[in-house]
Protein backbone atom coordinates (compact mmCIF):
# COMPACT_ATOMS: atom_id res chain seq x y z
CA UNK A 1 0.00 0.00 0.00
CA UNK A 2 1.12 3.35 -1.04
CA UNK A 3 0.52 6.69 1.78
CA UNK A 4 1.16 10.01 0.80
CA UNK A 5 1.81 12.74 3.38
CA UNK A 6 2.92 16.49 3.73
CA UNK A 7 0.14 18.15 2.35
CA UNK A 8 -0.78 21.12 4.01
CA UNK A 9 -1.92 25.11 3.76
CA UNK A 10 0.68 27.27 2.47
CA UNK A 11 1.43 30.67 1.22
CA UNK A 12 1.68 31.53 -2.77
CA UNK A 13 5.85 31.24 -3.50
CA UNK A 14 6.19 29.13 -0.71
CA UNK A 15 7.34 25.13 -0.55
CA UNK A 16 6.08 21.86 0.51
CA UNK A 17 7.69 18.08 0.19
CA UNK A 18 5.40 15.58 -0.26
CA UNK A 19 6.06 12.03 0.89
CA UNK A 20 5.30 8.86 -0.81
CA UNK A 21 6.27 5.64 1.12
CA UNK A 22 5.01 1.84 0.75
CA UNK A 23 5.30 -0.71 3.00
CA UNK A 24 7.37 -3.37 1.11
CA UNK A 25 9.76 -2.01 -0.81
CA UNK A 26 9.85 -0.38 -4.27
CA UNK A 27 11.01 -2.97 -7.51
CA UNK A 28 13.58 -1.56 -9.10
CA UNK A 29 11.68 -1.67 -12.54
CA UNK A 30 8.57 0.32 -10.78
CA UNK A 31 7.38 3.78 -11.85
CA UNK A 32 6.21 5.68 -8.71
CA UNK A 33 4.54 8.92 -9.85
CA UNK A 34 2.26 11.89 -8.68
CA UNK A 35 -1.24 13.13 -9.87
CA UNK A 36 -3.13 16.11 -8.22
CA UNK A 37 -6.89 16.61 -9.18
CA UNK A 38 -8.32 20.29 -8.18
CA UNK A 39 -12.13 20.18 -7.60
CA UNK A 40 -13.75 20.07 -11.22
CA UNK A 41 -11.16 18.77 -12.44
CA UNK A 42 -9.35 15.77 -14.11
CA UNK A 43 -6.49 13.80 -12.08
CA UNK A 44 -3.35 15.13 -14.32
CA UNK A 45 0.07 13.82 -14.25
CA UNK A 46 2.50 15.78 -12.27
CA UNK A 47 5.91 14.03 -12.13
CA UNK A 48 7.54 10.62 -11.93
CA UNK A 49 10.61 8.66 -11.37
CA UNK A 50 11.71 5.63 -12.49
CA UNK A 51 12.94 3.53 -9.27
CA UNK A 52 15.61 1.81 -10.37
CA UNK A 53 17.02 3.85 -12.84
CA UNK A 54 16.29 7.31 -11.42
CA UNK A 55 15.07 8.69 -14.41
CA UNK A 56 12.44 11.79 -14.15
CA UNK A 57 9.66 12.81 -15.97
CA UNK A 58 7.75 16.56 -15.23
CA UNK A 59 5.07 18.28 -16.64
CA UNK A 60 5.68 21.24 -18.26
CA UNK A 61 3.85 23.77 -15.78
CA UNK A 62 5.93 22.20 -12.72
CA UNK A 63 9.26 21.88 -14.73
CA UNK A 64 11.70 23.91 -12.30
CA UNK A 65 9.47 24.13 -9.56
CA UNK A 66 9.19 20.78 -8.37
CA UNK A 67 11.97 18.24 -7.82
CA UNK A 68 11.09 13.94 -8.04
CA UNK A 69 13.43 12.15 -5.72
CA UNK A 70 13.90 8.77 -4.07
CA UNK A 71 15.28 7.12 -1.17
CA UNK A 72 16.28 3.60 -0.99
CA UNK A 73 17.02 3.64 2.85
CA UNK A 74 13.64 4.96 3.55
CA UNK A 75 11.98 3.66 0.79
CA UNK A 76 10.29 6.59 0.00
CA UNK A 77 9.74 9.14 -2.87
CA UNK A 78 9.27 12.45 -2.66
CA UNK A 79 8.05 15.62 -4.32
CA UNK A 80 9.94 18.86 -3.62
CA UNK A 81 7.29 21.85 -4.69
CA UNK A 82 8.71 25.19 -4.78
CA UNK A 83 7.17 28.72 -5.51
CA UNK A 84 4.13 27.22 -5.03
CA UNK A 85 1.12 29.18 -7.00
CA UNK A 86 -2.52 29.14 -6.31
CA UNK A 87 -3.14 26.91 -9.67
CA UNK A 88 -1.01 24.23 -7.58
CA UNK A 89 -3.64 23.59 -5.09
CA UNK A 90 -5.19 19.99 -5.85
CA UNK A 91 -5.01 16.86 -4.01
CA UNK A 92 -1.77 15.15 -4.48
CA UNK A 93 -1.91 11.16 -5.27
CA UNK A 94 1.69 9.11 -5.82
CA UNK A 95 0.81 6.12 -8.05
CA UNK A 96 2.85 3.50 -8.99
CA UNK A 97 3.30 0.77 -11.78
CA UNK A 98 5.21 -1.09 -14.08
CA UNK A 99 4.96 1.16 -16.98
CA UNK A 100 6.13 4.95 -16.92
CA UNK A 101 2.85 7.16 -18.56
CA UNK A 102 1.16 10.17 -17.91
CA UNK A 103 -2.67 8.95 -17.60
CA UNK A 104 -3.87 7.59 -14.58
CA UNK A 105 -4.72 4.10 -15.95
CA UNK A 106 -1.23 3.22 -16.45
CA UNK A 107 -0.49 2.82 -12.55
CA UNK A 108 -2.45 0.40 -10.31
CA UNK A 109 -1.49 0.53 -6.89
CA UNK A 110 -2.29 4.29 -5.20
CA UNK A 111 -2.14 6.18 -2.14
CA UNK A 112 -4.98 8.38 -0.42
CA UNK A 113 -4.08 11.75 -1.75
CA UNK A 114 -2.38 14.70 0.62
CA UNK A 115 -4.58 17.82 -0.10
CA UNK A 116 -2.48 20.99 -1.26
CA UNK A 117 -3.94 24.53 -0.24
CA UNK A 118 -2.50 27.32 -2.11
CA UNK A 119 -3.48 30.90 -0.80
CA UNK A 120 -2.71 33.74 -2.94
Known amino acids: QLQASGGGLVQTGDSLRLSCTRSGRFFSSTVVAWFRQAPGKEREFVAA????????YYEDSVRGRFTISRSSAENTVYLQMTNLKPDDAAVYYC???????????????WGQGTLVTVSS
Open 49 to 56: IRWGSGIR
Open 95 to 109: AAGAHYGTTHNVYNN
